[in-house]
């Protein structure tokens, strides 16, 4: 039957992103990380713009804490968070030293439109939502990238040896970043148990617009997107 993929929340999340995610797997920025064409310049404005955009998706785990329901789940977003602004975006630091651009430089970055739209997005969602709303937008972050790292390193297995992005492969791809998302999904399963259609379609349309967010994303930095002068 076509609805057994359906039986769980996540898997519905899931079936519905799935067209988004499949093109932001194909895109052609993403596709360049994983063989290694990618140039350093557009590498270097991806850095910049993904780590402000990090800045405000911390707070999104921030913002977990505040909304969480006992002390173990909001031990958990706080670890999140921590891992996210020292290891995650440590990365970011690691990468930007090697082409030339100091911290200083990456946390002064000015927001594109897109960046701005998309963390503009989830910051309301979830600052004026609930708990369930929070995670809806930031699961695609977190899911989406775990895909994308264990794509692209079974893709390009030893070929990865010579490529300069392998250390952002094998961080995006590694049992310790994927397990975030699979916390969120299993606490959103628990969130939304017994919850009406109604609020369940709301979620979704968090889900499906940061997916959609995720998409424009890896077009705006494969186009080095700029404000209008
Ligand atoms: C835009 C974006 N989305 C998700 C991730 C993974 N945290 C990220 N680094 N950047």
Known sequence: MENTKLETFSNRLHERAKGIWKRNHTHPFVQAIGDGTLSEKKFAYYL????????????????????AHNLETMAKFASILNETLQVEMDIHRHYALEFGISSIELENTEPTPTTLAYTGYMLNAAQNGTLADLIACLLPCAWDYYEIGLLLKEQNGE????NRYADWIKS??????GEAHKWLIALLEELTEGMPE?????????????????????????NEQDWPL
């Open 172 to 177: 995006y791809s590694s049992p310790e970043f």
């Open 48 to 67: 910049k713009q993904d780590y402000i955009y990090l800045m405000d998706y911390s707070k999104l785990f921030a913002l977990g804490v505040i909304k």
């Open 198 to 222: 109604k609020e369940l379609l709301r979620l979704e349309k968090h889900f499906l617009v940061t997916s959609r967010y995720e998409y424009l994303f890896w077009d705006m930095v494969q």
């Open 159 to 162: 070929a990865l040896e010579n």
